[in-house]
């Protein structure tokens, strides 16, 4: 039998044997323990590269002065403190002051003003 030590706590350390078969054991479950994190850690990886090629849902990266919309389908109202599209699944609203598009390709908008807010609607006849 091995002696392996379980705790040391003010100096005074406890000891416990271990056989063979119990060493066995607490290997086959730090084995289990480490492949279900790596289990959890594939998911949220697979998780987020799904996220970033889903192509049926609006992405917006935005901060204060520019918006970029993305899966931009149809331009729905434009105005200088409004601007509507549809993404497919849902119509997202920006609204702010003094918008310009500064560039609209392949679905994609990139928008410049004074952004105050950005909206998501989900029409009842969308998937």
Not at 63 to 86: G, H, M, P, R
């Amino acid at each position: 039998m091995e002696r392996g030590k379980l705790s040391e706590i003010g100096g005074i350390s406890a000891t416990i044997k271990m056989g063979a078969s119990s060493l066995f054991f607490y290997s086959q479950i730090f084995v289990i323990c480490e492949l279900l994190m790596s289990y959890a850690f594939f998911m949220k990886l697979l998780n987020e590269i799904t996220y970033d090629f889903d192509i049926r849902g609006p992405k917006i990266t935005a901060s204060a002065k520019t918006a970029i919309i993305e899966n931009v389908k149809q331009v729905v109202l434009i105005s200088d403190t409004q601007v509507t599209v549809d993404t497919g699944r849902f119509y997202v609203t920006v609204t702010g002051d003094r918008f310009i598009i500064s560039e609209i390709w392949e679905g994609r908008m990139e928008l410049e003003g004074e952004i105050t807010g950005i909206e998501f609607y989900k029409t009842s006849g969308k998937r």
